[in-house]
């Protein structure tokens, strides 16, 4: 079981920059991948960006050149880095790990003024 506590969520104006983290209770080179994804009001859970046990890293078409997942296997967390915040990256952030079943974060929110 792998526990996944996010933090880093705000409010900020268009244009500005956050970085959220996800801190693992499990080892993260041992996870086979791990993500992001977001939930706007009304919408469905879409995937936001995800990064491997190898390194590599996917992202959505909207956040491309935008956003940037990375980790610290140290300290078994992994980050996404906003920026260029736009007023539609308005969500709730959550945090996923790939590891025998699909474990989740409770979420932090990301709010974006125009």
């Known amino acids: 079981q792998v526990q996944l506590v996010e933090s880093g969520g705000g409010l900020v104006q268009a244009g500005g920059s956050l970085r959220l983290s996800c801190a693992a209770s499990?080892?993260?080179?041992?996870?086979?991948?791990m993500g992001w994804y977001r939930q706007a009001p009304g919408k469905q859970r879409e995937l936001v960006a995800t990064?491997?046990?190898?390194?590599?890293?996917d992202y959505a078409d909207s956040v491309k050149g935008r956003f940037a997942i990375s980790r610290d296997i140290a300290k078994n967390t992994v980050y996404l880095r906003m920026n260029s915040l736009k007023p539609e990256d308005t969500a709730v952030y959550y945090c996923?790990?790939?590891?025998?079943?699909?474990?989740w974060g409770q979420g932090t929110q990301v709010t974006v003024s125009s």
């Open positions: 499990k080892n993260i080179f041992s996870i086979n991948a």
């Open positions: 996923n790990a790939r590891y025998l079943d699909n474990y």
């Open positions: 990064i491997t046990r190898t390194g590599t890293t």
